[in-house]
């Protein structure tokens, strides 16, 4: 009679304690890692660029064709950071989200295809909106990085509004308006003197975000799995 008494506490116990609920920290700290991997191999690779300007020049510059460390650049720096992205999304879905927490999952994956793909297809030397094919190919997964990733915030940030989060809502509405500004201000010409900057800064804040939603999304997931009664969206 007691141990089936205690059983339950146990449970909670085990639930409150992060018992069997690895996958959380994990998630994020893979993000954490794709972000610190994208900080330092800019740097390392851009120092082998003379005259590269982390101001004006894109981090696709770093592995665009013809140059001498393209290949390392895009399957030592490119694909990794995609391959942990979408690494750290699976363990979430893993903690069988409900719909609308899978939509989310589906649209911040846009930053891991981004990164992945920009390895296989790189760009024209200079990075121009315009060249051959490959370059195409590229800039079209740029666009669905920033854009998937960009409404994957305000997706999130509905999805805590509705749960009466109001910071968190803030945040993730903060970050997709500003990932969607980035992409609708890189390809226009008269920023081509600091778009490597915009770009930084727009990478900044996907990367941040996707930090929190590792974080904060897994975590109402699972509040919602400990109260049956929560509303599944």
């Known amino acids: 009679m007691d141990n089936a008494?205690?059983?339950?506490?146990?449970?909670?116990?085990?639930?409150?304690?992060?018992?069997g609920c690895a996958r959380t920290p994990l998630s994020a700290a893979l993000?954490?890692?794709?972000?610190?991997?994208?900080l330092l191999d800019t740097l390392y690779f851009a120092s082998l660029r003379p005259g590269y300007s982390h101001i004006s020049n894109t981090i696709s510059e770093l592995g665009e064709t013809g140059?001498?460390?393209?290949s390392r650049v895009a399957f030592g720096f490119f694909l990794p950071v995609g391959l942990l992205?979408?690494?750290?999304?699976?363990?979430?879905?893993?903690?069988?989200?409900?719909?609308?927490?899978?939509?989310i999952l589906a649209a911040m994956s846009c930053i891991g295809a981004g990164y992945a793909l920009a390895g296989v297809f790189p760009c024209d030397p200079g990075a121009p909106l315009f060249g051959s094919w490959r370059t195409q190919v590229?800039?079209?997964?740029?666009?669905?990085?920033?854009?998937?990733?960009?409404?994957?915030?305000?997706?999130?940030?509905?999805?805590?509004?509705?749960?009466?989060?109001?910071?968190?809502a803030a945040v993730f509405l903060?970050?997709?308006?500003?990932t969607?500004?980035?992409?609708?201000?890189?390809?226009?010409?008269?920023?081509?003197?600091?778009?490597?900057?915009?770009?930084?800064?727009?990478?900044?804040?996907?990367?941040?975000?996707?930090?929190?939603?590792?974080?904060?999304?897994?975590?109402?997931?699972?509040?919602?799995?400990g109260n049956p009664g929560t509303e599944q969206g």
């Open 5 to 19: 008494r205690s059983s339950p506490r146990i449970a909670l116990l085990g639930r409150k304690s992060g018992v």
């Open 85 to 103: 992205v979408w690494l750290a999304l699976w363990l979430m879905h893993r903690e069988a989200p409900d719909r609308r927490g899978s939509l």
């Open 138 to 168: 590229h800039n079209l997964f740029g666009f669905i990085d920033y854009g998937g990733s960009g409404i994957g915030f305000l997706l999130a940030s509905r999805y805590f509004a509705d749960r009466r989060a109001v910071f968190a």
């Open 180 to 225: 969607l500004l980035g992409l609708a201000l890189l390809p226009l010409e008269t920023v081509f003197c600091v778009r490597g900057a915009i770009q930084r800064a727009t990478e900044a804040v996907q990367f941040t975000g996707l930090f929190f939603v590792c974080l904060l999304l897994t975590r109402q997931l699972r509040t919602s799995r």
């Open 67 to 70: 140059s001498s460390c393209a």
């Open 31 to 38: 993000v954490a890692a794709a972000a610190l991997m994208v």
């Open 174 to 178: 903060f970050a997709g308006v500003s």
